[in-house]
Structures are given as C-alpha cells and as structure tokens.
C-alpha cells in the first residue's frame, strides 16, 4: 500500500476516535441516556484505534523500516492509554468533563510528538 493511502488511513482512524469518544463523553454528561449513542461510539473508537494502529505501523515500515524512534514511542504510549480511557468514561460518567480535556491534552501531545519530534 501507498504512503499516501497509510496517511488518510491513519487519519480517519484518528477521526474516528474523537469523534467516538466525544460522543461517548456527551453521552456520559447527559447521565448515559442513550444506549444506540454508546453503541455507535463504542465501534466507532474502537474501528478508529485499529486503524491507527494499522496505519501507523505501515507508514513506520514504509518511511523508516522498522526502526522505532523516541517520537513513536510517545505516540504508542498515548495510543494505549487512549485506549483504555474507554473503560474511564464508561465505568465512571461523573469525569467526563475531565476526560473530554485529557482526550484532547492527549491529542495535542501526539501532535507536538509528530511535529517537533522530541529526543530525536
């Protein structure tokens, strides 16, 4: 597959994943009244991190064969803990509002991490 197509794969699933949890999150605010709204959310993160997975770890085979860099480290490692706020904001509704700000802080960190690529 294309660098190109590994790229907009790689960013549908980030997508995806906001888009999932936000409204899981807006979900959770409303008191969780909505069971398709969870649903939806729930598959639709979930599609969104496979994807980022996925596609991450293509680019990382096509541009830099295989060899990890600190950068993509701290993308991994927000990766995984994006992954497990999904039992945060379904089990404990009540920090929601501090889980929608630590999913973006996450987001900005993954960004920075890409862009300025820290202890290369």
Do not use: C, D
Not at 52 to 73: C, D, H, K, P, S
């Amino acid at each position: 597959m294309s660098v190109q197509a590994y790229h907009i794969l790689h960013l549908l699933g980030i997508i995806m994943l906001f888009m999932g949890y936000g409204g899981l999150l807006a979900n959770a605010m409303n008191s969780g009244s909505s069971k398709k709204v969870r649903i939806l959310g729930s598959a639709t993160s979930g599609i969104g991190l496979l994807l980022m997975l996925v596609a991450g770890f293509g680019l990382i085979a096509r541009l830099y064969g295989n060899e990890f860099q600190t950068w993509m480290w701290i993308k991994f490692g927000i990766w995984v803990i994006l992954g497990g706020l999904i039992i945060l904001i379904k089990r404990k509704p009540s920090f929601a509002i501090p889980l929608w700000f630590l999913t973006l802080l996450l987001g900005l960190i993954s960004i920075l991490a890409v862009y300025l690529r820290p202890f290369a």
